[in-house]
Nanobody
């Protein structure tokens, strides 16, 4: 069974950092492009960042430029989202998603990805 399992969410003060992890279970991340999405309360799910199967990174949300970055560990089949200088507007449920066969990051649409995790909650508040 193919699963993505997110972890690392929590509550943090503005200016703080969190690192989210997306573990591939039942399959390897090799050949997969992985995207990070977030859904703020009352809003739709939107793309944040993507790392393609070839390692290229695409920023979907300009508000995270210079603050968030994505990386991966092939040995652990895990993709990470490092979030620094967090702001209250970064609050939401964060999801990782994967699609196979894309050497480049697709458009940041939900339909572009076909395997999804259940999400992890991030709360940024003083």
């Amino acid at each position: 069974q193919l699963e993505l399992v997110e972890s690392g969410g929590g509550s943090v003060q503005p200016g703080g950092s969190l690192r989210l992890a997306c573990a591939f279970s039942g399959f390897t991340l090799d050949g997969y492009t992985t995207g990070w999405f977030r859904q703020a309360p009352g809003k739709r799910r939107e793309g944040v960042l993507c790392i393609s199967s070839s390692g290229d990174i695409t920023v979907y949300d300009d508000s995270v430029k210079g603050r968030f970055t994505v990386s991966r560990d092939h040995a652990k089949d895990t993709v990470y989202l490092q979030m620094n200088s967090l702001k209250p507007e970064d609050t939401g449920d964060y999801y990782c998603a994967a699609t196979f066969g894309n050497s480049m990051c697709p458009a940041p649409g939900i339909g572009e990805y076909n395997v999804w995790g259940l999400g992890t909650r991030v709360t940024v508040s003083s």
